[in-house]
């Protein structure tokens, strides 16, 4: 079946604007969860979604970044007044549930300019 | 909360070697540890997992052991390929809970 996808695929844009990045999970997915990965790092924790629940938003950098999931399936990421270090491949992933495997789609390259 | 160190950052063996990746954790509640294989501008991938009431699990050239008393777990592969060539991450959590935690990552070259 489908896996998880992401729009865009690569976006470059200027210091201080702001940008949306897109995630469609894996169809029957409750949860989803959004990760950053800087040039040559790790992933790093941004913000999970379970159902109907309150998100969990402790990973998120600054309240420039949010991020919403409407009618639990399809979820975006949002950065207001991006900076240079807002630059990195963010990743999006589901699980069938919170605590099953996730499965993640092939990221969004932001470049920051 | 959850710390997960990965050693080496950077590995190079000849093709047909085998090669080891190390992670230890921090939190002994952790009891599921999934490991993810990224190429090149591609997305990560579960390669292998397994969970704490089992000591070694294996998948044709690749296997995984785990160590709960010294909170540390492997990935082993062996007869290595070029095509292993990737960026491997391992990660931690409790089986109640959704976090999972990344180690830093392991560049593995495999010199044909």
């Known amino acids: 079946g489908a896996g998880v996808s992401q729009s865009p695929s690569n976006k470059v844009t200027e210091k201080g604007k702001d940008v949306e990045l897109r995630c469609d999970p894996i169809?029957?997915?409750?949860?989803l969860y959004w990760y950053r990965q800087s040039l040559g790092q790790g992933l790093e924790f941004l913000i999970y979604f379970q159902g109907n629940s309150a998100p969990d938003k402790s990973g998120l950098p600054s309240d420039r970044f949010s991020a919403e999931r409407t009618g639990g399936s399809v979820s975006t990421l949002t950065i207001q007044r991006t900076q240079q270090e807002d630059s990195a491949v963010y990743l999006c992933a589901s699980s069938y549930t919170g605590i099953q495997t996730q499965y993640f789609g092939p990221g969004t390259r932001l470049l920051v300019l | 909360g959850e710390n997960v160190e990965q050693h080496p950052s950077t590995l190079s063996v000849q093709e047909g070697d085998s090669a080891v990746i190390k992670c230890t954790y921090s939190?002994?509640?952790?009891?599921?540890f999934p490991w993810y294989k990224q190429e090149l501008g591609k997305r990560p991938q579960l390669i292998i997992d397994i969970r704490s009431n089992v000591g070694e699990k294996k998948d044709q050239r690749i296997a995984v052991t785990l160590n709960k008393t010294a909170k540390h777990f492997s990935l082993h592969i062996t007869e290595t390929q070029p095509e292993d060539s990737a960026v491997y991450f391992c990660?931690?959590?409790?089986?109640?809970?959704?976090?999972?935690?990344f180690g830093s990552g392991t560049r593995l070259l495999v010199r044909p």
């Open positions: 990660a931690a959590k409790m089986d109640s809970s959704y976090k999972l935690i």
């Open positions: 169809s029957g997915h409750t949860a």
């Open positions: 939190d002994s509640a952790s009891n599921y």
